[in-house]
């Protein structure tokens, strides 16, 4: 069973891991060569500070772009605003610290209440006060750090790209062959009475990476996410009407003992069971290598629809009717986005 699925697995920490110190390297030599052309001592630790603060968060190429260009654009601003404050208030100290704490302010409101903007805001406010609270700021001091932190963002970003590449676009795909098996464990709990409260929580969990890889998909490709979003959407109501039939059947003990032995309802059970370990498995190997018998599938809830004696127009009355229909027609609809999203 999957249990506390992180945001990214062991793999991908390791190659990421490796990534960053191999930009860290690159970033100190850099530094160091810069700052002995330039006469800076330790020139590169703001460079390597940059590096690590990127890509130890960011382990993906989406990501990692949009916080490099974020903290570049914060980086840029708070430079500004110092520059200005040392140009326009050389002489009065007191002001200058008073236009850092001010802009402070302004930088941490940003970075707590725009989702968007949280590193511009993170990072103006870094940049304007490590260089108008230094003991002897100067243009040039402003203009040095503001380098080595763009110099940093952009080090992370070369080898996020060209390093080993880790994708958003695949990534994602790993996500909804996870989201598939937690749900079909959950499934396969129809029968059981233990607890499946750490089921719950990887499918929540990967619901929202799902959500987070999405955005990260944007700034990797150009290519269509009407898919992604779809397969999204579809395994998000997938997972309800499994837990609605196990809620259905969990608390009425009679329709539990009654379906636990009922040929019908087994045989319907272990269909939809097979289809989801193949939906899973079709993620995994990132094309269509199982056929889900979905016909069949259909067939036998007919088969047992009928043990249940509702006249035909009546069924849709049924709770757990309509959700067994709604699992069979929502894997049915991931069948058809996978063949969408492996085509491209």
Not at 6 to 26: C, E, G, H, Q
Request: positive net charge; contains cysteine.
């Amino acid at each position: 069973m999957l249990t506390s699925i992180p945001f990214f697995t062991k793999r991908y920490a390791i190659i990421n891991a490796f990534k960053a110190s191999v930009a860290s390297l690159i970033a100190y030599f850099i530094g160091l060569l810069l700052g002995t052309w330039l006469q800076e001592p330790r020139m590169y630790t703001w460079i390597v500070i940059t590096v690590l603060v990127i890509m130890s968060s960011q382990p993906n190429l989406g990501g990692a772009l949009d916080k490099a260009l974020m903290r570049m654009l914060g980086t840029i601003i708070g430079a500004a605003v110092s520059i200005i404050s040392l140009l326009a208030l050389s002489n009065w100290h007191t002001l200058q610290i008073l236009v850092c704490l001010i802009f402070i302010f302004i930088g941490v409101y940003v970075a707590t209440t725009s989702k968007k903007y949280t590193y511009v805001g993170v990072l103006g406010a870094i940049t304007v006060g490590m260089i108008l609270m230094a003991e002897h700021t100067t243009i040039t001091f402003a203009l040095y750090r503001s380098f080595e932190v763009l110099l940093g963002a952009c080090i992370a970003l070369l080898t996020n790209r060209y390093l080993l590449p880790i994708k958003a676009s695949k990534r994602i795909i790993e996500a909804y062959k996870n989201t598939v098996f937690c749900i079909q464990q959950l499934h396969q709990k129809l029968f059981q009475k233990d607890a499946y409260e750490n089921v719950l929580s990887d499918t929540f969990s990967l619901f929202s990476q799902q959500i987070a890889l999405q955005k990260e998909i944007k700034l990797e490709t150009k290519r269509n996410l009407d898919c992604y979003k779809e397969i999204t959407h579809l395994t998000r109501r997938l997972y309800r009407y499994v837990c609605v039939v196990y809620e259905y059947i969990h608390n009425y003990p009679q329709k539990h003992e009654r379906f636990s032995h009922q040929p019908e309802f087994i045989q319907l059970h272990n269909l939809i069971d097979k289809a989801l370990i193949d939906l899973a498995n079709n993620f995994h190997n990132h094309h269509l290598k199982r056929t889900l018998s979905l016909d069949t599938i259909q067939t036998q809830l007919e088969a047992f629809k009928q043990t249940l004696n509702l006249e035909s127009r009546f069924h849709h009355a049924s709770t757990l009717i309509f959700s067994l229909e709604t699992i069979i027609t929502t894997i049915k609809g991931i069948d058809q986005a996978q063949k969408q999203l492996f085509a491209t």
